[in-house]
C-alpha cells in the first residue's frame, strides 16, 4: 500500500479506484508552498491539477516519489526536468478533454450560424427579433479546419454529419492521412478563398501566433465565419475586429482570448460575435475523465507496470553515458521539424563515437517526440512517439557508428534532403549545433533561431541582419556554416525573439537568398 497526496479535487472515480487498488489517498486540498512541501515527505505518488506548483523544491523533498500525476494535459506547473533527474515519472491524461473541445466548436459554429445566443438575449429582454436574426444553413457550406490533430478530426467528423464540405490546413498531415479522413488539404491562403467557415485547432506557438489575420482576411472568401476555441493569440484580434468591421468577415465565435480572463474587448461590441468564457473542457464529463484516467497511470506506476501516458523517462532507463543526450536529442528534432516544415517519409537516426556502444533507442524517441511535438498539439511522450510517428508515415531508421569525425559523440538526424547534428561539449556538457544541412557550424541551440542559405557573395550577411534590426529583432548570436568546398553558404542565427512573418517573407523574396528557415524549439 503506498500513501498518495491529492492536492486538488478530483473525479470520485478516480480516488475510489486509488483506493480499490489498496492505496492509501490522503487529500489535502490548497496547500500553501510551504504545507506541500512537509505533506509530500512519505508519499509514494502525487496527484495535482493545474494550480499545485511541482518545483523542483518539492521534487527533491519527495525522497519516495515514484510518480507525479496531472489530471489533465499540461505540465507546465511541474518540473519535468527535475523529477526526471530524480527518476521520478510524470504523466498526464491526454486526450480527455478533446471530445469536450471540439463539441463545443461545433457549437460555437452552429451558434454562430443561427445567430442563437443573440436571439436568446433579445427574447430574455422581452424582444421578439425574429426576422433580424435570420441564419443561413451549414450543410452544403465548406468549412476549413486549420489543424488536424486530434480535435481537429473530431470536429472534421462531426461537420461531414451536417453535410459540410472540409478542406484543411496542416503542414504536417500527409494526403494519405486526409484521404482517409476525406479532407482536402490546401495552402492557407486556398482555404481561406473557399471556406464559408474556419475553425482552428493548432497548439500556440511562436509560428502560429495571429496565422488568422490580415493576411488570411486579405485572401479570404467574402463573409467568412471564424471559431476558434483552441489558443488565445492565433486570431489577430486587431485585424479580425477591422474585418468584421469593414463586412470581410460575416461572425466570429470565441473562447479563447490573448489576455484571459477577459471581461472587456471590441470585439463584444460586434452583434455577430458570439463570446465564451474559456469553455472547451469545461464538462463534467471531460473532468471526470481526466482523473479516472490520472489515477490508473498512477495505480500502474506504483505497481511498476507499463504507463502509458508518461511524458518522462525515469533516470534509471537510460545509461549514465545517454541520459545526458536526451534533451539535445529532443532539441535535434524540433530543429529538424523547423527545417523541413513537413512529416519526412524517412526520419534516419544516427549515432556516432562512445555512444555507439550503448542501447541509444531512448535518443531516437527523444529526437521523434522533439519532431512531433512541432507537428501536432497532441501530448508527445516517449510512449506515444512511435504510434503518432506511424500514424504519419514516418520510417525511423537508426544507425550507429563507433567513428565520429572531430568528436568523441555525436547525433546527427537526417531526413528530406535537410540534416542536423549536436554534440556536447566541455566539462559542463554544454549542447552544441554542430551540423546543419552537411554545412559545419557551432553554434548553441537557442529558442528562436534562424537558418538561411544563401549565395557566396559580399553583402549577403548586412541583407539579413539589417531585415531583423528593422524590425527590432536582436540577435543574440550568428555563425557562418562552409560547405565541404569552403563556401560561405549558409547563416545561422540566434534571436531573442522569433522573426515576423513579414520579414521572413521580405527575406525568401530577396535577391541571393534561397530559403530561410524559422525554428523555434
Not at 473530431?154 to 496542416?170: E, N, P, T, Y
Given at each position: 500500500?503506498?500513501?498518495?497526496?491529492?492536492?486538488?479535487?478530483?473525479?470520485?472515480?478516480?480516488?475510489?479506484?486509488?483506493?480499490?487498488?489498496?492505496?492509501?489517498?490522503?487529500?489535502?486540498?490548497?496547500?500553501?508552498?510551504?504545507?506541500?512541501?512537509?505533506?509530500?515527505?512519505?508519499?509514494?505518488?502525487?496527484?495535482?491539477?493545474?494550480?499545485?506548483?511541482?518545483?523542483?523544491?518539492?521534487?527533491?523533498?519527495?525522497?519516495?516519489?515514484?510518480?507525479?500525476?496531472?489530471a489533465g494535459l499540461g505540465v507546465?506547473?511541474?518540473?519535468?526536468?527535475?523529477?526526471?533527474?530524480?527518476?521520478?515519472?510524470?504523466?498526464?491524461?491526454?486526450?480527455?478533454?478533446?471530445?469536450?473541445?471540439?463539441?463545443?466548436?461545433?457549437?460555437?459554429?452552429?451558434?454562430?450560424?443561427?445567430?442563437?445566443?443573440?436571439?436568446?438575449?433579445?427574447?430574455?429582454?422581452g424582444r421578439w427579433e425574429k426576422?433580424?436574426?435570420?441564419?443561413?444553413?451549414?450543410?452544403?457550406?465548406?468549412?476549413?479546419?486549420?489543424?488536424?490533430?486530434?480535435?481537429?478530426?473530431?470536429?472534421?467528423?462531426?461537420?461531414?454529419?451536417?453535410?459540410?464540405?472540409?478542406?484543411?490546413?496542416?503542414?504536417?498531415?500527409?494526403?494519405?492521412?486526409?484521404?482517409?479522413?476525406?479532407?482536402?488539404?490546401?495552402?492557407?491562403?486556398?482555404?481561406?478563398?473557399?471556406?464559408?467557415?474556419?475553425?482552428?485547432?493548432?497548439?500556440?506557438?511562436?509560428?502560429?501566433?495571429?496565422?488568422?489575420?490580415?493576411?488570411?482576411?486579405?485572401?479570404?472568401?467574402?463573409?467568412?465565419?471564424?471559431?476558434?476555441?483552441?489558443?488565445?493569440?492565433?486570431?489577430?484580434?486587431?485585424?479580425?475586429?477591422?474585418?468584421?468591421?469593414?463586412?470581410?468577415?460575416?461572425?466570429?465565435?470565441?473562447?479563447?482570448?490573448?489576455?484571459?480572463?477577459?471581461?472587456?474587448?471590441?470585439?463584444?461590441?460586434?452583434?455577430?460575435?458570439?463570446?465564451?468564457?474559456?469553455?472547451?473542457?469545461?464538462?463534467?464529463?471531460?473532468?471526470?475523465?481526466?482523473?479516472?484516467?490520472?489515477?490508473?497511470?498512477?495505480v500502474l506506476a506504483l505497481a511498476?507496470?507499463?504507463?502509458?501516458?508518461?511524458?518522462?523517462?525515469?533516470?534509471?532507463?537510460?545509461?549514465?553515458?545517454?541520459?545526458?543526450?536526451?534533451?539535445?536529442?529532443?532539441?535535434?528534432?524540433?530543429?529538424?521539424?523547423?527545417?523541413?516544415?513537413?512529416?519526412?517519409?524517412?526520419?534516419?537516426?544516427?549515432?556516432?563515437?562512445?555512444?555507439?556502444?550503448?542501447?541509444?533507442?531512448?535518443?531516437?524517441?527523444?529526437?521523434?517526440?522533439?519532431?512531433?511535438?512541432?507537428?501536432?498539439?497532441?501530448?508527445?511522450?516517449?510512449?506515444?512517439?512511435?504510434?503518432?510517428?506511424?500514424?504519419?508515415?514516418?520510417?525511423?531508421?537508426?544507425?550507429?557508428?563507433?567513428?565520429?569525425?572531430?568528436?568523441?559523440?555525436?547525433?546527427?538526424?537526417?531526413?528530406?534532403?535537410?540534416?542536423?547534428?549536436?554534440?556536447?561539449?566541455?566539462?559542463?556538457?554544454?549542447?552544441?549545433?554542430?551540423?546543419?544541412?552537411?554545412?559545419?557550424?557551432?553554434?548553441?541551440?537557442?529558442?528562436?533561431?534562424?537558418?538561411?542559405?544563401?549565395?557566396?557573395?559580399?553583402?549577403?550577411?548586412?541583407?539579413?541582419?539589417?531585415?531583423?534590426?528593422?524590425?527590432?529583432?536582436?540577435?543574440?548570436?550568428?555563425?557562418?556554416?562552409?560547405?565541404?568546398?569552403?563556401?560561405?553558404?549558409?547563416?545561422?542565427?540566434?534571436?531573442?525573439?522569433?522573426?515576423?512573418?513579414?520579414?521572413?517573407?521580405?527575406?525568401?523574396?530577396?535577391?541571393?537568398?534561397?530559403?530561410?528557415?524559422?525554428?523555434?524549439?
Open positions: 500500500m503506498a500513501r498518495i497526496l491529492v492536492t486538488e479535487k478530483i473525479a470520485d472515480g478516480g480516488l475510489d479506484a486509488l483506493r480499490a487498488a489498496g492505496h492509501e489517498v490522503d487529500e489535502q486540498l490548497g496547500l500553501s508552498p510551504d504545507d506541500l512541501l512537509t505533506a509530500i515527505k512519505g508519499a509514494e505518488a502525487l496527484i495535482v491539477r493545474s494550480a499545485t506548483q511541482v518545483t523542483a523544491e518539492v521534487v527533491d523533498a519527495g525522497t519516495d516519489l515514484v510518480i507525479v500525476g496531472r507546465d506547473n511541474i518540473d519535468v526536468d527535475a523529477a526526471t533527474t530524480r527518476g521520478v515519472m510524470v504523466a498526464n491524461a491526454p486526450g480527455t478533454n478533446s471530445l469536450s473541445t471540439a463539441e463545443h466548436a461545433v457549437a460555437l459554429l452552429l451558434s454562430l450560424a443561427r445567430n442563437v445566443p443573440q436571439a436568446a438575449a433579445a427574447l430574455k429582454a426576422s433580424k436574426w435570420e441564419g443561413i444553413e451549414v450543410h452544403g457550406k465548406t468549412l476549413g479546419i486549420v489543424g488536424l490533430g486530434r480535435i481537429g478530426t473530431l470536429v472534421a467528423q462531426r461537420a461531414h454529419a451536417f453535410g459540410m464540405r472540409i478542406v484543411a490546413w496542416d503542414p504536417w498531415v500527409t494526403a494519405d492521412r486526409a484521404r482517409q479522413l476525406n479532407i482536402e488539404l490546401r495552402e492557407l491562403n486556398e482555404l481561406a478563398a473557399e471556406a464559408d467557415f474556419v475553425t482552428i485547432h493548432l497548439v500556440k506557438m511562436p509560428q502560429y501566433v495571429g496565422i488568422v489575420g490580415e493576411d488570411f482576411f486579405n485572401h479570404a472568401k467574402s463573409g467568412i465565419r471564424i471559431v476558434n476555441d483552441a489558443r488565445g493569440g492565433l486570431v489577430d484580434e486587431v485585424a479580425l475586429a477591422a474585418a468584421l468591421a469593414d463586412g470581410r468577415v460575416a461572425g466570429a465565435a470565441l473562447d479563447v482570448f490573448d489576455n484571459e480572463p477577459c471581461t472587456d474587448s471590441p470585439l463584444f461590441a460586434f452583434d455577430n460575435v458570439v463570446a465564451t468564457p474559456h469553455l472547451g473542457a469545461s464538462t463534467l464529463e471531460a473532468q471526470d475523465k481526466a482523473g479516472v484516467v490520472v489515477a490508473e497511470q498512477v511498476g507496470q507499463f504507463v502509458p501516458f508518461a511524458v518522462n523517462v525515469a533516470a534509471s532507463e537510460a545509461s549514465e553515458t545517454v541520459q545526458p543526450f536526451l534533451p539535445l536529442a529532443e532539441r535535434l528534432g524540433a530543429i529538424f521539424a523547423g527545417l523541413c516544415g513537413a512529416v519526412p517519409k524517412t526520419l534516419e537516426v544516427e549515432c556516432q563515437g562512445q555512444l555507439a556502444d550503448y542501447d541509444t533507442r531512448i535518443l531516437s524517441l527523444s529526437v521523434l517526440k522533439g519532431l512531433l511535438g512541432k507537428m501536432t498539439e497532441e501530448p508527445v511522450s516517449y510512449v506515444n512517439a512511435p504510434q503518432l510517428a506511424e500514424e504519419r508515415g514516418i520510417e525511423l531508421r537508426e544507425t550507429k557508428t563507433t567513428t565520429a569525425q572531430d568528436y568523441v559523440n555525436l547525433v546527427v538526424v537526417r531526413g528530406m534532403g535537410h540534416s542536423v547534428g549536436g554534440t556536447l561539449t566541455g566539462q559542463r556538457a554544454e549542447p552544441r549545433i554542430v551540423l546543419l544541412d552537411d554545412h559545419v557550424v557551432e553554434v548553441p541551440p537557442a529558442e528562436h533561431m534562424l537558418v538561411v542559405r544563401n549565395d557566396d557573395r559580399p553583402g549577403m550577411i548586412g541583407q539579413v541582419t539589417s531585415a531583423l534590426g528593422r524590425a527590432s529583432v536582436n540577435i543574440s548570436d550568428l555563425h557562418l556554416g562552409r560547405s565541404k568546398v569552403g563556401e560561405v553558404a549558409l547563416q545561422v542565427l540566434a534571436l531573442d525573439q522569433p522573426a515576423p512573418p513579414d520579414v521572413l517573407d521580405q527575406l525568401r523574396a530577396a535577391d541571393g537568398i534561397s530559403s530561410v528557415a524559422a525554428i523555434s524549439s
